[in-house]
């Protein structure tokens, strides 16, 4: 099933929120007056319920072959033939029709059908309120509807609402926690160990990734290990920690010590590489919480574990024959990408073959602005592989001179970016101050057809020898705070996009099922 209007999702355990900027999107509305839509009175007559039925099983939810195959072939707009452009039904009579060319409209002005249900997310919208409405009787049969389809479809999952007794506990519950937009739950520091702000800033990043956030507090996590030695369950304490509004510093001995345990490299008080750290901890943490249902997952890895779903893209690699132009391609997944700056002994520049490098949009290169943009394209640009590096051909059946091209086939919710900063090389070592720009314009970033919004930046200060790791987190919306280690104070934008980053963490804006 698709994704569905908040209204209908809002019991959700895991929290998928789906953004939304567009008063006409259904996840535009969350909350109505307790009176509701005025307007529904006028549609709930004689057997309004079993009409209404019938629409969410043939064409909304669909949960057979067979309906399907004819919300497939009936479902086009009766005004211009289109199959998409957010296709409404009438819920008067038997009318499909665009909502996003207005077609929908001039029929509901035109007959005065005032109520439409939108074929892809189920919601209901009122062209007199001019927004999608919420209905108690109407949520009612779409969540009944909707849970038929999944069952039919051997979907094992459904909605969550609370049960009677534990909504009577939240009333009754003295030390409740309003979330507002000033709220500071979720922040606190961590004490440093012994030159392990290398893992407290790694936390920060990963108690603050909103998915990773909505799994360990609904807990979901069931283990099938001895709860002392699992770093999933430790985590888990861990999201408690953060989110139960104590205010003094955390001390995660506890975490430290099962680093060690499960990652042996990491051992010791001597200082270590953040990046090293958090594929150590996602490595571990997938293997101690990986799903073996037996479902194959649609990621790279293959696997439906929590880390996987949120962390997990697929790299393409395309080898190309320079004789006969045949192409090798290969994907693999990845959990972060690389990238190079300028500044290394790597040749950045030009970020195209043939380019001369001299400018790019009109800016020159020697300003020493390079955005992500920059560091992506130098990234996915081809290769040239040299006589010195012939690959076999399947096509030639010889050894031939090729072209490398990488390119991401699949992007994850998370998109996490190392800025290679420490270079390390038989004549030199040493780190590359180069300033990275706009983290992404202004903290937003569209790659491909995605929106990514930055959530967190990890920053290195000092030198390859000697230095010390902090975290710019965002909190709700628009806030950003610095953590260094036990201390947390409020940042600005300006703080975040001047700082020298060293891993930077995007999330998707939007999220479907697949």
């Not at 800016?363 to 020493?368: D, F, M, P, Q, R």
Request: net charge positive.
């Amino acid at each position: 099933p698709t994704a569905a209007p908040s209204a209908v999702f809002a019991g959700t355990r895991a929290g998928l929120y789906r953004r939304c900027e567009d008063r006409d999107e259904p996840d535009a509305v969350t909350a109505m007056s307790p009176a509701g839509c005025p307007h529904v009175s006028g549609f709930k007559v004689d057997n309004w319920k079993q009409n209404l039925r019938v629409i969410y099983q043939c064409f909304v939810w669909s949960g057979s072959a067979e309906t399907r195959k004819r919300k497939a072939k009936s479902c086009i707009c009766h005004m211009c033939g289109a199959h998409l452009n957010r296709l409404h039904s009438c819920l008067y009579c038997v009318f499909f029709a665009c909502f996003a060319k207005k077609h929908i409209h001039e029929h509901a002005k035109s007959k005065r059908h005032n109520l439409a249900i939108d074929l892809l997310y189920g919601g209901i919208y009122c062209f007199m309120c001019q927004d999608y409405i919420y209905d108690k009787e109407m949520e009612q049969i779409a969540k009944e509807e909707q849970r038929k389809a999944w069952k039919m479809q051997g979907e094992k999952y459904s909605t969550w609402e609370p049960t009677k007794r534990e909504l009577e506990l939240l009333r009754h519950n003295p030390k409740r926690r309003r979330i507002t937009s000033n709220c500071t739950i979720g922040l606190r520091g961590l004490i440093n160990l012994g030159n392990t702000c290398f893992m407290n800033c790694i936390v920060q990043a990963l108690t603050h990734t909103p998915l990773l956030r909505d799994f360990f507090l609904s807990d979901r996590h069931k283990c099938e290990m001895q709860s002392n030695s699992c770093l999933v369950c430790e985590m888990s304490q861990l999201f408690q920690e953060f989110y139960s509004g104590h205010r003094s510093p955390h001390i995660p001995f506890r975490l430290l010590h099962l680093v060690w345990t499960h990652a042996r490299h990491l051992a010791g008080y001597e200082q270590q590489d953040a990046h090293e750290f958090l594929i150590a901890a996602l490595d571990v943490l997938h293997r101690h919480c990986k799903d073996d249902n037996g479902k194959k997952a649609n990621n790279p890895n293959h696997c439906n574990c929590i880390i996987d779903q949120i962390f997990t893209g697929g790299l393409q690699s395309d080898v190309t024959c320079q004789v006969c132009q045949g192409v090798s391609t290969t994907i693999d997944p990845f959990w972060d990408i690389s990238l190079d700056l300028p500044g290394s002994s790597t040749p950045f520049w030009p970020l195209s073959p043939g380019g001369d490098g001299s400018a790019l949009n009109g800016e020159s290169h020697a300003t020493g602005a390079t955005t992500l943009t920059d560091c992506l394209r130098r990234f996915t640009r081809p290769e040239h592989l040299g006589s010195s590096a012939k690959i076999k051909c399947s096509g030639c059946h010889s050894y031939q001179e090729s072209t490398k091209q990488l390119t991401m086939k699949k992007l994850p919710i998370v998109a996490c970016f190392h800025l290679k900063r420490f270079e390390h090389s038989a004549k030199l070592r040493r780190k590359i101050t180069t300033y990275q720009s706009e983290k992404c314009g202004e903290t937003e970033e569209s790659v491909a057809t995605c929106r990514y919004s930055l959530f967190a930046v990890v920053n290195h200060q000092g030198t390859l020898e000697s230095g010390h790791y902090t975290t710019f987190i965002r909190q709700h919306k628009d806030q950003w705070f610095k953590c260094d280690d036990a201390i947390i104070t409020k940042a600005s934008i300006k703080d975040v996009l001047d700082s020298e980053g060293y891993l930077l963490f995007y999330h998707k804006q939007f999220l479907e099922y697949e």
